[in-house]
């Protein structure tokens, strides 16, 4: 580039920095969109009419924050199924804690290998955790058996964009133990069509869910910092918490902003047996 090319093009640079269309512009985004937030999964379930006489499995229940929500919101009986058992004693705590544990049973297992018999539940949840999982054809098969003639399958996942530097995505998915197929919405599809479920509706949650938690509660900048901080103190921090701690930590906080940002996009699912 010349200098005088070059002349010119800081002056198209700052012009659209410091004139007054870009005080405008700023202005603009400084107003919320009205994100929606991780509640429309609720909703959902709310349109498709369950209540105290279905059964719902949550598939990798976790801490059991959805089992007991799902209970609490809709009177519906839960079985949550979990690999860790860590996982577990706590999923039984804030059941009780929350007064649903008369609703909301916990398994240990893998839903790889679902131990239900046929047509049990009328709906499955999964939540962010299919990602994890080595065969997703077989889950989902699991989740197509275990399901009533009308039931319903509600899957929320997350997917790479073409924003997601290849660098970034390998220390995300080897920290976070990830499928690295798992992220790509073809493969996951094709996974669970192979195994005879259909969409139903599928919606693109983008950034929505952590623009809200931004707006509501600062969420992404505590985690900008948080990662500042982990990268000032990681010596201390690895001494002291070890260093799959420091890289589980970071990965996390990095997925977060990496959705709010567009590298990475969730996508809510409902499926229905073909």
């Known amino acids: ?119 049990v539940f009328d709906l499955v949840w999964c939540r962010d955790m299919l990602v994890h999982v080595h065969d997703l054809q077989q889950a989902f098969s699991g989740f197509a058996r275990v399901l009533k003639p009308n039931g319903v399958a509600l899957i929320h996942t997350t997917f790479a964009t073409n924003l997601m530097e290849h660098k970034e995505a390998i220390r995300l998915y080897e920290s976070l133990g990830i499928v690295p197929a798992n992220m790509y919405s073809a493969y996951f599809e094709d996974a ?18 952590l623009e809200y938690s931004e707006e509501q509660q600062a969420r992404s900048s505590k985690e900008l910092l948080h990662i500042a901080r982990m990268r000032r103190l990681k010596g201390r921090i690895v001494a002291e918490f070890g260093q799959e701690a420091y890289d589980v930590i970071l990965a996390v906080d990095l997925w977060h902003l990496y959705l709010l940002i567009g590298k990475l996009s969730s996508t809510i699912y409902t499926l229905r047996k073909l």
Not at 192 to 209: C, D, K, T, Y
């Open 1 to 119: 580039m010349t200098t005088d090319n070059n002349r010119e093009r800081m002056e198209s640079i700052y012009r659209h920095l410091w004139s007054p269309g870009a005080a405008e512009l700023l202005a603009q985004l400084d107003k919320s969109l009205n994100p929606r937030s991780s509640e429309m999964l609720y909703a959902i379930v709310k349109g498709l009419g369950i209540n105290r006489s279905h059964t719902v499995l949550d598939a990798g229940s976790g801490l059991g924050i959805y089992s007991c929500g799902l209970a609490s919101k809709f009177g519906c009986h839960v079985v949550g199924i979990d690999i860790a058992e860590n996982n577990l004693e706590m999923a039984c705590a804030r059941a009780k804690a929350e007064r649903v544990d008369k609703l909301v049973t916990f398994q240990q297992g893998n839903i790889q290998s679902l131990p239900y018999e046929d047509a």
């Open 192 to 209: 669970f069509r192979a195994a005879g479920l259909q969409v139903r509706s599928s919606e693109p949650i983008g950034s929505e869910w």
